[in-house]
């Protein structure tokens, strides 16, 4: 799961699938393209969704995507098109490039739709992101 910060969206989406998949058999991280918060906890507003829906996603720690994540992970889901476009950049191989999906490709097949990034705006906008995102891993764990 990758956004731009790793503290916002991508937590939540990490947090949402780890809840809905048999974590012995999946492995589910996120990271941010941008370094501004490697090694921060999650946004309290994020940290307050999850905790309403019983996620608790506060021992994740922000890092940075990096080249490595395309041979440790089968897919990469990207929260809006800038983030594809960025990790996209950094893919070495057509293999590479195949594994990046926008996470709301799920539900919205081909109508290259972002999750908002609620960083800049009020407790709404992270109840709003959590429900697509819920929606989007409900069909992620269906085939896992």
């Not at 969206?9 to 809905?20: D, N, Q, V």
């Not at 370094?35 to 890092?63: L, M």
């Not at 097949?109 to 989007?136: H, I, Q, R, S, T």
């Amino acid at each position: 799961m990758v956004c731009l910060g790793n503290i916002c969206r991508s937590p939540l989406a990490e947090g949402i699938l780890k809840s809905k998949i048999d974590s012995s058999k999946v492995i589910v991280d996120s990271a941010g393209t941008g370094h501004w918060h490697i090694g921060d906890e999650p946004d309290k507003r994020s940290i307050a969704v999850g905790k309403k829906y019983n996620i608790d996603i506060t021992n994740q720690r922000g890092r940075q995507f990096s080249i490595d994540d395309f041979e440790n992970f089968d897919m990469i889901y990207v929260m809006d098109n800038s983030n594809k476009e960025d990790v996209l950049a950094l893919a070495q191989s057509d293999s590479h490039k195949e594994k990046v999906k926008l996470i709301l490709d799920e539900i919205f097949p081909g109508e290259n739709v972002d999750v908002p990034d609620p960083y800049f705006g009020g407790n709404a906008g992270f109840d709003k992101v959590y429900e697509m995102l819920d929606k989007a891993c409900d069909e992620i764990a269906k085939r896992l």
